[in-house]
């Protein structure tokens, strides 16, 4: 397995894993504009997984800042192709971003969606711990 920086040519790749992402995910064409802008934002990283060739999981993190809280690093997103979980993908990816944190003498934070129950108990497994818990919100205007 190989992990490198995402790079333009990764899109396709990296927009059909994010597809089977959430109910919530955007277009196809959205998710290729938004990946465009990560690659080429400061304070955004976005790595693959390659096995024998092939893309099968990406990672997001970027540089969260907010007024009154210490800035910290935080995974945006982490897709691994089913047939590829349980094959320390996920844990290379997470352990690209956690190199980045400490990099920068920050922590790395990640945010589960509360019925997502197999995620919670990997991140847990790599050494993350419950923070809080938090509802969210959204006003469609």
């Known amino acids: 397995m190989i992990i490198r920086p995402a790079v333009r040519r990764d899109e396709v790749d990296v927009v059909r894993l994010a597809s089977g992402l959430s109910p919530e995910t955007s277009t196809l064409s959205e998710v290729e504009s938004h990946f465009y802008v ?3 934002t400061g304070g955004h990283r976005v790595w693959v997984a390659e096995v024998d060739g092939a893309i099968v999981g990406w990672l997001h993190a970027f540089l969260a800042l ?3 809280v210490e800035p910290f690093l935080e995974i945006g997103g982490l897709v691994v ?5 349980r094959a320390n993908v996920g844990s290379g990816l997470v352990q690209k971003a956690a190199e980045w944190a400490k990099s920068e003498a920050l922590a790395l934070r990640v945010r ?3 019925k ?3 995620a919670h108990r990997f991140y847990q497994a790599l050494g993350f711990q419950p923070l ?3 509802h969210v919100f959204e006003f469609n205007l």
């Open 66 to 68: 907010r007024v009154g």
């Open 81 to 85: 192709q089913e047939d590829n979980r």
């Open 112 to 114: 589960c969606n509360s």
């Open 132 to 134: 809080k818990q938090q």
């Open 116 to 118: 997502k129950e197999p």
């Open 38 to 40: 990560l690659l080429e």
